[in-house]
């Protein structure tokens, strides 16, 4: 599976594999993208702390720069139409009557598009020293 990657600035970027789902950030920390899933989209900062140490969230004081960002868009559905019989009527002896005259409707049903790794964003950023 692939996945959207951009470079946010010029330099060294932390190394990452993908596997599936789930992206390892420097064989340190792993983050598994479908879990985050949700019919909203849905936005995961990567930063490293100030003992240097990998940490999802931006925490003021505690994380202290941007390694990357993982945007996953909001879950997607597909509808169907489906017809539903109408009740059947009784008759006057309290027996399912064949010819009702009841209307069907309607419903929608809907079902989660399979997860897909490739709609997803990896936005990198530079992890060089600063100076």
Not at 75 to 91: F, H, K, L, Q
Not at 113 to 121: A, G, I, L, R, S
Request: charged share 30%; aromatic share 6%.
């Amino acid at each position: 599976m692939a996945m959207i990657v951009k470079e946010k600035n010029e330099g060294a970027k932390i190394p990452y594999t993908v596997k599936g789902s789930k992206i390892t950030f420097d064989d340190e920390l792993m983050v598994n993208v479908q879990r985050f899933e949700r019919d909203d989209p849905a936005h995961i900062d990567i930063c490293r702390d100030r003992f240097g140490n990998l940490v999802t969230g931006v925490i003021p004081g505690y994380a202290e720069m941007y390694v990357a960002q993982i945007d996953i868009p909001a879950r997607a559905y597909t509808e169907t139409v489906i017809d539903v019989p109408a009740p059947a009527a009784e008759d006057q002896d309290g027996e399912d009557s064949a010819s009702s005259g009841g209307m069907e409707r309607q419903t929608v049903q809907r079902d989660a598009v399979p997860f897909d790794m490739n709609k997803c964003t990896l936005t990198l950023w530079a992890v060089g020293e600063e100076e």
